[in-house]
């Protein structure tokens, strides 16, 4: 139905009828069921039932009919005639469209009773054919300076190809634009174009506010111009303790090399890890237990080892989003937190691309279209830091700091066969090579920690927006995972090899059956396979909870293994926003449903010629979740979440000698609060207090020897409770900036009658802020200041001689009772761009890690009898130059 001609009927109803006698018309004489009422209108009539006129094939223009119609006592329309003419073709149109309404009836002193109203009936030329159902969204809005809130008019709005121009008012419309996301574009003479997407239901109106800024000069072709965006729809709200930061911005941040991924480090209840790893601890869980996605598909981890770059090229990125927990229904299978990495929509819009190198790496982009249907992207990235070092520095600095070697590329490839609907086909790669050394005297005591891992990714995204607003997304996947991990120390070795496949599928459904009520429902299904082998000392590699220090001789008890995991589950979910109270509250409900099967191919260790008898065992677990969001007024929202969730075993810990095939999966359940304030548009602070509590986490048998086929155990528990904060000023003007600070406490226990203890990655306070300012001519600086907690250790308090192996054994004190002194590091950026044109530029930068050279400790090391404690510390001042040319 018209959207104005629904209003016009609303209005004309109300005002035909308003008042006793003057609303309702004598009936025509020939009807004696139409006399004139005498009593008092108590009820106006309302329209229930619409239908759309067909538009005149001979008529190729705008027209509106008044008509009068006369509605019965029942509702029924009894006659329609024409009151003002459009034109014959439109009269009879509206006339024959009108005889078909049908209405709740007028009342008049509280009876049914016939009546007469006046009906504008609008024609307009886009409208779309007759249907049952809403096909189109009224998008408009308005554009206005953002300094002086005054209408910008003459702006060209651009809504994908369609294009028109602000009114005096500075007020655009487009009446029927299509269901799905579309590109938004402002261009001026004032200002540089700027541009952003929409999503649009069908049978919403939409009211958009863009508040631009205008340089009171006209601005050099270097500078950019910022706006911001303010859509009044419902939307489906899911993430409570959510941050989610553009690419843009994510881009500037100082330390990060221009990584838009890297900043999800600096963002509120993520631990700072060590250099040399790309460990992400978020809210005292494991590095493991925190699922990464890149739109659909998932991926085993998000940095490269070494932690200096992410492991999806910056170009093909919109926007990062981190949820520490308390995460919907449509997420699962880990006990952490959840990172969610969205790729920029492929578009039609020529070609595209960049060149980038630094003291790091050097990446490529390419972006384009084959017609109007085929659209694609690539990148690639290469690591070149080793390199670089071994000419710059007299010493082998590997010897010292681990120094990564890795490489990534992704491809994409999509078919567009409509507005609204698309496939796509790509492939996500990526290797890593780092190892690090502890340099001693002897060779004999040399420790050596070598690690390759490797992923792919393959999958096929189909989604459509349907004619009623809904979206239907299909992600089917695939996936190789590679890892091997090798330790040395003098003659004792170990080695971890692990190979999996990966099968996965996430479809969904999203749509809103009312404007109060959002929905959510689908099925996440994985399956993996593990092909495992192991040999060298039980005790390496070190696992979470062991007392142990970096350099310790592992136990020479040695012993070897081979075996087959598969794990698989497929999970519907559902979820749901339900507004209430005008939309000011938010009741989000949701459940997920998480059977599961873990299968080994030993149960128990070889035992001689005897076959190999496997083990598979069944869990279906009931994740009930809900969180609430209330608008108190519009500056402070409050929230609130509780949720239950699982995580499978791991693979390699489900060896019949190193592991437990029979490991159960471990639970946790988030409860989480949280309210913020909106201090100005681009100022807003939020404060968010957790609780995590865990249990059957894997642990090793506290028996000094254990049962057979189990080395490890499944009694383990663990907390995490704390308080973050973030004030943050998004990018307004020139600027743009954060404090995040997080004081939590993460412990954790191996069950039975032992005390909590810190957990091994358990930083106390970590605290970041950053800014970035651009002070125009294509000029722009940043910086960012970090500060942690450095990570529990268990101390040393002496040693003891051991004749048998000519070698010291630690004498530890409490578990976990000491710390490694605190991190603190300056970074600086500067950059400078430089425009060749329209679409190219040039981007050269300085980005200086770790300005004031601080000795950041690492980890703690000793000499060969204990008698001598150092620190392995991190990188000095590290000055990158790069550039990047854009086009």
């Known amino acids: 139905m018209n959207f104005r001609n629904r209003i016009a009927a609303v209005l004309a109803a109300a005002a035909a009828t308003w008042g006793a006698t003057s609303a309702a018309w004598a009936a025509p004489p020939a009807q004696a069921s139409e006399q004139k009422p005498t009593g ?145 574009t402002l261009s001026a003479a004032e200002f540089t174009p700027v541009g952003t997407e929409e999503t649009l239901v069908a049978g919403r109106k939409y009211d958009a506010t863009y ?48 990584d838009v991924i890297k900043v999800v480090e600096n963002l509120p209840g993520v631990a700072r890890s060590s250099v040399g790893s790309g460990a992400l601890v978020v809210w005292g869980a494991g590095a493991a237990d925190t699922r990464v996605y890149v739109d659909d598909v998932h991926i085993p981890l998000l940095y490269h080892e070494g932690g200096f770059r992410s492991v999806i090229h910056s170009d093909l990125v919109q926007n990062v989003e981190l949820e520490p927990g308390g995460y919907g229904a449509a997420h699962g299978r880990g006990l952490g937190g959840l990172v969610t990495v969205g790729l920029k929509p492929l578009e039609a819009d020529g070609y595209h691309g960049s060149v980038a190198v630094d003291a790091i790496d050097g990446a490529a982009s390419v972006r384009g279209s084959i017609g109007d249907k085929i659209r694609f992207a690539g990148a690639v990235r290469r690591s070149h830091l080793d390199w670089v070092l071994a000419r710059v520095s007299s010493q082998d600095v590997g010897d010292f700091v681990p120094i990564p070697k890795y490489w990534d590329s992704q491809l994409r490839l999509a078919w567009v066969p409509r507005d609204g609907e698309s496939v796509e086909i790509g492939s996500l790669l990526s290797s890593d090579r780092i190892s690090r050394s502890l340099v001693e005297s002897d060779p004999a005591d040399t420790k050596r920690e070598s690690k390759a891992t490797g992923f792919e990714r393959i999958y096929v995204r189909y989604q459509r927006h349907l004619d009623d607003g809904g979206t239907v997304t299909v992600t089917p996947f695939v996936g190789f995972d590679q890892s091997r ?85 497929l999970a519907p979910f559902a979820e749901a926003d339900l507004a209430l109270a005008g939309g000011r509250v938010h009741v989000l409900p949701g459940a997920r449903l998480e059977p599961s099967v873990v299968s080994t191919s030993r149960r128990t260790p070889t035992d001689g010629d005897q076959p190999a008898v496997g ?131 993460s412990e954790r226990t191996d069950g039975g009658t032992k005390d909590y203890r810190p957990f091994d990655f358990d930083q106390t306070h970590v605290f970041t802020a950053l800014a970035s300012y651009d002070l125009g001519a294509g000029f722009e600086v940043g910086s960012r200041f970090r500060y942690s907690t450095g990570y529990p250790r268990t101390p040393v308090l002496g040693a003891a001689y051991d004749a048998r192996t000519d070698s010291y054994e630690p004498v530890f004190g409490a578990h976990n009772s000491s710390r490694i002194p605190a991190f603190y590091q300056i970074d600086a950026r500067v950059s400078k761009r430089f425009s060749f044109g329209q679409h190219t530029e040039l981007e050269v930068y300085l980005d200086v890690q770790n300005v004031s050279n601080h000795g950041n400790p690492e980890e703690i090391v000793y000499n060969f009898d204990y008698t001598k404690k150092s620190y392995i510390t991190g990188l000095p001042v590290l000055p990158v130059i790069g550039g990047k040319l854009t086009w």
């Not at 108590?42 to 190729?60: D, H, I, M, V």
């Not at 009876?111 to 054919?129: G, H, K, N, S």
């Not at 009224?138 to 809130?149: E, M, P």
């Not at 070190?542 to 008890?557: H, L, M, N, T, Y």
């Open 615 to 745: 083990l598979m065992h069944e869990d279906t677990h009931l994740e009930p979740r809900v969180a609430v969001r209330w608008s108190a007024t519009d500056r402070i929202r409050l929230r609130a979440a509780v949720g239950v969730y699982h995580q499978p075993p791991l693979a390699e810990d489900l060896s019949a000698v190193f592991g437990n095939p029979g490991l159960a999966p471990g639970k946790a359940v988030h409860y989480l609060a949280g309210v913020e304030f909106q201090l100005s548009k681009p100022v807003s602070v939020g404060l968010t207090s957790f609780y995590s509590g865990q249990s059957d986490l894997v642990t090793r048998s506290p028996l000094p020897s254990p049962v057979t086929a189990q080395a490890l155990v499944g009694g383990g528990l663990g907390r995490a409770y704390g308080t973050q904060i973030l004030l943050r000023h998004d990018l307004s003007g020139r600027f743009f900036g954060w404090l995040s600070y997080s004081i939590l406490r």
């Open 485 to 569: 991990v090798s330790n040395q120390f003098g003659a004792v070795s170990a080695v971890l090899d692990d190979q999996a496949t990966l099968y996965g599928l996430r479809a969904s459904w999203s749509g809103h059956p009312t404007e109060a009520l959002g929905l959510t429902a689908g099925i996440d299904s994985e399956v993996v396979t593990n092909s495992l082998q192991r040999t060298g000392s039980v005790t390496e590699p070190p696992r979470e909870g062991d007392i142990r220090v970096f350099g310790q001789a592992p136990s020479d008890k040695v012993n070897a293994d081979q075996w087959r995991t598969v794990i698989a589950g």
């Open 40 to 184: 008092k209108l108590t009820k106006p009539p309302r329209l229930l039932k619409f239908f759309q006129a067909p538009y005149p094939e001979s008529e190729r223009a705008k027209a509106a009919v008044a008509l009068a119609i006369s509605i019965g006592a029942d509702g029924k329309v009894v006659d329609a005639t024409v009151v003002d003419s459009g034109g014959p073709a439109f009269d009879e149109a509206a006339v024959l469209a009108a005889r078909q309404f049908e209405f709740e009836p007028a009342e008049i002193d509280g009876v049914p009773a016939p009546v007469r109203i006046q009906y504008r009936y609008d024609f307009v030329l886009t409208e779309a054919a007759p249907s049952a159902a809403p096909k189109a969204a009224d998008f408009g809005g308005v554009v206005r300076d953002r300094k002086t809130g005054k209408p910008l008019a003459g702006v060209t709005v651009g809504l994908d190809a369609e294009t028109t121009k602000t009114d005096e008012n500075g007020r655009f419309r487009f009446e029927a634009a299509e269901p799905g996301t579309h590109s938004v």
């Open 211 to 258: 508040d631009v800024d205008v340089p009171t000069e006209q601005p050099s072709p270097e500078e950019k111009v910022d706006f911001e965006i303010i859509v009044v729809d419902t939307v489906l709200e899911k993430s409570i303790a959510s941050t989610s930061v553009s690419a843009e911005q994510g881009s500037r941040v100082a330390g990060t090399g221009g």
